[in-house]
């Protein structure tokens, strides 16, 4: 079948963009080794993924392929966004085999690194199930992957946090000792960029009541401890989404989201990534 996507991935553009810039600093000048296969031979091959995954990453792994010879064929078996089991072959493949092995590890280092990434999230995000909490990811990506990795992580059922500087202001505590505080920042973001959502770290209970009275969209609690967490949700009293930023691990999330807060950021899913093992065995025709 076709890799029919769930979720949306980036541009096509900018997936290409990735592309060359993987085959800029693994082909350089040609690929060497593929001349020891026949000119013009004919080959194909299977994908298996060694690992229990949620996989991610088709449309980059496509576009390696399509990028030396637009005519390969790709017979997805699995969709990102689906768990499989080891030994599950994902995807098959024709096309000629030396395009086939210059294009192999490119292609695999973005299955396995975003499938990694879906695959961590979705752990966090079974951590929270049935607490109403929500998973985000973080800005700790890999640089040049960002807009990959955050697709990856919708993959494994999480949410974005901000993309960038640009869509979205985070006050935190560098930025309130500029401004004097945490009411003269939020005034001066609101007037800067009125449509943007702004949020506020607080580090404690008497920031929080600042924060809240300056009428922000979002307030992120750092570094609270789950009694913390608690009083701050009692006191918020639903007024202002709150999300927890800080120490979150596997052991910590699901403690913290007992305690009623919407979000959870986890830097971990984006920076902390263990690969998915995969095999792409390859026969010749």
């Known amino acids: 079948m076709n890799a029919r996507l ?37 080959a194909a091959a299977a994908l298996t993924c060694r690992d229990d995954a949620v996989i991610a990453g088709a449309p980059w792994f496509d576009a390696c392929f399509r990028r030396m010879d637009p005519a390969v064929h790709i017979d997805w078996q699995v969709r990102d966004g689906e768990r499989v089991a080891p030994g599950t072959v994902i995807c098959r493949l024709a096309g000629h085999a030396r395009s086939l092995v210059s294009a192999e590890r490119s292609a695999l280092n973005f299955l396995q690194l975003l499938s990694g990434t879906a695959t961590a999230t979705a752990a966090y995000v079974a951590a929270v199930a049935g607490t109403g909490t929500r998973v985000l990811d973080t800005r700790k990506t890999i640089p040049g992957l960002r807009l990959a990795q955050k697709y990856a992580v919708r993959c494994g059922g999480g949410h974005n946090h901000r993309i960038g500087l640009y869509d979205a202001i985070l006050v935190k505590e560098n930025h309130i000792i500029a401004a004097g505080g945490i009411a003269p920042a939020v005034m001066e973001a609101r007037r800067l960029h009125p449509s943007l959502l702004l949020e506020v770290e607080v580090e404690n209970l ?80």
Request: aromatic share 4%.
């Open 6 to 42: 769930p979720f949306d991935p980036p541009s096509p553009e900018l997936i290409a963009a990735d592309v060359e810039r993987a085959f800029a600093e693994d082909l350089g000048k040609g690929d060497a080794t593929a001349e020891l296969l026949p000119a013009g031979a004919a």
């Open 206 to 285: 008497d920031e929080l009541q600042q924060a809240l009275a300056a009428g922000v969209d979002r307030i992120m609690l750092d570094n609270f401890d789950v009694p913390l967490m608690r009083e701050a949700v009692q006191l918020t009293a639903g007024r202002v989404p709150l999300e927890v930023s800080g120490n979150v691990d596997l052991d910590t999330i699901g403690g913290y989201a007992r305690t009623g807060v919407d979000f959870v950021s986890v830097g971990a899913l984006t920076k902390h990534v263990h690969a998915v093992d995969l095999s792409l065995r390859l026969r010749l025709d």
